[in-house]
Each structure stands twice: as structure tokens, then as C-alpha cells.
């Protein structure tokens, strides 16, 4: 079917408001795996879904990230109370397994004022 | 935990061979990969090899894997305006997650 979709394609937001990203992978995709490339950055991963294991949460950068993967499918990030250093492209990829190609969103470019 | 090291830019003159260069620490590795990031769109896959490969070659694409020394390099032959993009290496091994380095961008001049 279609590739990995994510909205919104840009949020603006104001420092201290919380927001949440959606990722919607490509269907029977049981890999899913959220990055941050930050402007003139490289890519930053943040946490990653396999199956029903736990999530790896190790690049998450601090406690106010959070995402959940609801019934093995879509996947949402949220970021609490939003600083503007969290300014950057969420990208969110899904593959068929841990090995197989990645398939990138377009991703979600957010800007907190 | 694991790394994957690149450096950040690279500049080639068009025609000329690009050879862009990785490291990585996981002498566990199994597969390694080289994707693509054109300018506003998203990344794509390249090329990926297997560890018990040295080299793969596809069109204008050579990939050399020296396991010893945990070093992953992409040549492009030929370089041309369109290659202009961001390399990432990435790798997939003992943290049963693929890892990507941070990219190296190619810019090519005239």
C-alpha cells in the first residue's frame, strides 16, 4: 500500500505547550523507529519499536519525550512542555523487520517560538 | 553502545570519484547500509551489504567493507550534480537496531 505517512507536516508551537506527532507505518511493517534531524544536523534516533518487545527508549533525549504504539500500527511522539532547542524534522520509519530497509516518512517539521 | 562515525563534508569536482568513508564499533555487524538524503526529501536506501562481503558493486556504486578495521567506505563514480545529497552509513548488529552515523554532506562544484 502506501509508504509511512506522518502528520502533521509542520507544527508551530509555543515554548512550554505539548505536542504529539503521528506516524503511520507501512501495514504488516512490525519495525518502527522515531529520529530528530536537527537543522545542519545529522540524524538523531530516538526510540524504536519491534513487534510486542518493550521499546528501546535509549535515545530519547529526556523525560519529556514520550510515544506509544498503539495495536502494533500507528505511532504517536509526544513531546511535553516543548523547548525551542527541541526544534527539528521528526522522522519516523518503518520496516518489515529489525534488518530489513527503512522506509522514511516525509516527516514533521516542528518549531517552537 | 555502539557508534557509527563519519565525517560531515565532502567536496568533489563533477566527474571526479567520491569516496565516502565510515567507522563503526560493533565487531558484531551483520549488515551495513548506505542511504540517501536529497535536499527536502526523505532518506532512502542505497545500498546495503553483508558482513561476509568485502565489496559490492551496483552501476556507479562501490562498496568496500574492510571488517577488520570496522571500515565501510561508498565510492561513486563519476560524480555528477544530482548525487549533491547526505550519505548515512548505518549498520545493524549487536544492538538489534539499526544505527545510523550522522551523515556526511557531498557537494559537488563545477
Known amino acids: 500500500g502506501a509508504g509511512v505517512s506522518q502528520s502533521p507536516s509542520n507544527k508551530v508551537t509555543e515554548k512550554g505547550k505539548d505536542v504529539e506527532l503521528r506516524c503511520d507505518p507501512i501495514?504488516?511493517?512490525?519495525?518502527l523507529y522515531w529520529y530528530r534531524q536537527s537543522l545542519g544536523q545529522g540524524l538523531e534516533f530516538l526510540i524504536y519499536f519491534q513487534g510486542n518487545s518493550a521499546p528501546d527508549k535509549s535515545g530519547l533525549p529526556s523525560d519529556r519525550f514520550s510515544a506509544e504504539r498503539t495495536g502494533g500500527s500507528v505511532s504517536t511522539l509526544t513531546i511535553q512542555r516543548t523547548q525551542q532547542e527541541d526544534s527539528a524534522v521528526y522522522l519516523c520509519?518503518?520496516?518489515?523487520?529489525?534488518?530489513?530497509?527503512?522506509?522514511f516518512g516525509p516527516g514533521t517539521r516542528l518549531t517552537v517560538l | 553502545g555502539e557508534d557509527v562515525e563519519q565525517s560531515l563534508f565532502l567536496s568533489v569536482r563533477e566527474g571526479d570519484s567520491s569516496v565516502i568513508n565510515c567507522t563503526y564499533t560493533d565487531s558484531s555487524s551483520t549488515y551495513l547500509y548506505w542511504y540517501k538524503q536529497e535536499p527536502g526529501a526523505g532518506l532512502q536506501l542505497l545500498t546495503y551489504i553483508f558482513s561476509n562481503m568485502d565489496m559490492k558493486q551496483d552501476q556507479r556504486l562501490t562498496v568496500l567493507l574492510n571488517k577488520k578495521d570496522k571500515h565501510l567506505s561508498l565510492r561513486i563514480a563519476d560524480t555528477q550534480t544530482g548525487d549533491s545529497a547526505i550519505y548515512f552509513c548505518a549498520e545493524y548488529g549487536s544492538a538489534s537496531k539499526i544505527i545510523f552515523g550522522s551523515g556526511t554532506r557531498l557537494s559537488i562544484r563545477p
Open positions: 520509519a518503518s520496516s518489515a523487520s529489525a534488518t530489513d530497509t527503512q522506509y
Open positions: 501495514s504488516g511493517h512490525t519495525a
